[in-house]
């Protein structure tokens, strides 16, 4: 395994999709850095993190999607890695929230971002994004957010952590591989967040309202029965959890 650490960049997925623009990298190559000043999150979010204090790093994902039809077989698995990397930790309440935060007693300490490149033979290459708020004790105006730190009161070893994401990643991508996809999907959804409970959410246009998460879909969508008794699917940018 390849891994490049660096004391300050960007975006670490930025700086592995210029590397495997202008390279061959090997499957699995690691960037991991020290402060990221210009990290991404879902939607466009800026993932703002405390300089040595937290985990943020990207891994490059070369053979495991056979096509565009289970790319959120991807997310998934990197869910789910994460959060039982971090659960091993003794970090309790701890839920997946669609589509790929991780959280604890419903505080954010976790996001993902994957971003898939469909080379022109059809190879999907993915570079996944992982910050994990690790020891950072102030998040200002941030109420949603927290650490691991102080869910348990003490200060934990950040490259003790990546290795053991790194570790939960190989060991889902083998599941995955060798046919075990109905149980991982199963897995994700008994940690969901807000799964069959009755949950507020909210549109674009700010309009808010009242569901069901049900499920989500093979394709990524969130699954929601409406109190009208319709049952809609939301895409990524399309609907909102509220806390």
């Given at each position: 395994?390849?891994?490049?650490?660096?004391?300050?960049?960007?975006?670490?997925?930025?700086?592995?999709?210029?590397?495997?623009?202008?390279?061959?990298?090997?499957?699995?190559?690691?960037?991991?850095?020290?402060?990221?000043?210009?990290?991404?999150?879902?939607?466009?979010?800026?993932?703002?993190?405390?300089?040595?204090?937290?985990?943020?790093?990207?891994?490059?994902?070369?053979?495991?999607?056979?096509?565009?039809?289970?790319?959120?077989?991807?997310?998934?698995?990197?869910?789910?890695?994460?959060?039982?990397?971090?659960?091993?930790?003794?970090?309790?309440?701890?839920?997946?929230?669609?589509?790929?935060?991780?959280?604890?007693?419903?505080?954010?300490?976790?996001?993902?971002?994957?971003?898939?490149?469909?080379?022109?033979?059809?190879?999907?290459?993915?570079?996944?994004?992982?910050?994990?708020?690790?020891?950072?004790?102030?998040?200002?105006?941030?109420?949603q957010a927290s650490?691991?730190?102080?869910?348990?009161?003490?200060?934990?070893?950040?490259?003790?952590?990546?290795?053991?994401?790194?570790?939960?990643?190989?060991?889902?991508?083998?599941?995955?591989?060798?046919?075990?996809?109905?149980?991982?999907?199963?897995?994700?959804?008994?940690?969901?967040?807000?799964?069959?409970?009755?949950?507020?959410?909210?549109?674009?246009?700010?309009?808010?309202?009242m569901g069901i998460?049900?499920?989500?879909?093979?394709?990524?969508?969130?699954?929601?029965?409406?109190?009208?008794?319709?049952?809609?699917?939301?895409?990524?940018?399309?609907?909102?959890?509220?806390?």
């Amino acid at each position: 395994m390849n891994i490049i650490k660096l004391d300050a960049i960007g975006s670490t997925n930025v700086y592995l999709k210029n590397l495997l623009a202008n390279l061959n990298l090997e499957n699995f190559t690691v960037v991991v850095a020290e402060n990221q000043t210009a990290g991404k999150g879902q939607r466009g979010a800026v993932w703002n993190s405390e300089p040595s204090s937290n985990l943020t790093f990207s891994v490059l994902v070369k053979d495991l999607l056979l096509g565009i039809e289970s790319i959120y077989d991807l997310n998934v698995a990197v869910s789910l890695s994460v959060f039982n990397a971090i659960k091993i930790l003794g970090i309790g309440g701890l839920s997946i929230k669609w589509p790929n935060d991780i959280l604890a007693d419903n505080k954010k300490v976790g996001g993902i971002l994957i971003e898939n490149i469909i080379k022109s033979n059809g190879e999907i290459f993915s570079v996944v994004g992982i910050g994990i708020n690790v020891n950072q004790k102030i998040f200002g105006d941030l109420s949603q957010a927290s650490s691991l730190a102080n869910m348990a009161g003490k200060d934990f070893d950040k490259e003790i952590l990546m290795n053991s994401v790194l570790k939960q990643l190989r060991y889902y991508f083998n599941s995955l591989r060798n046919g075990h996809k109905k149980a991982i999907w199963q897995e994700y959804h008994n940690n969901l967040y807000r799964i069959s409970t009755p949950s507020a959410f909210e549109l674009p246009s700010g309009e808010r309202f009242m569901g069901i998460i049900q499920n989500v879909s093979q394709q990524g969508t969130l699954v929601v029965l409406l109190e009208s008794g319709n049952t809609v699917e939301y895409y990524i940018k399309e609907v909102k959890i509220l806390y």
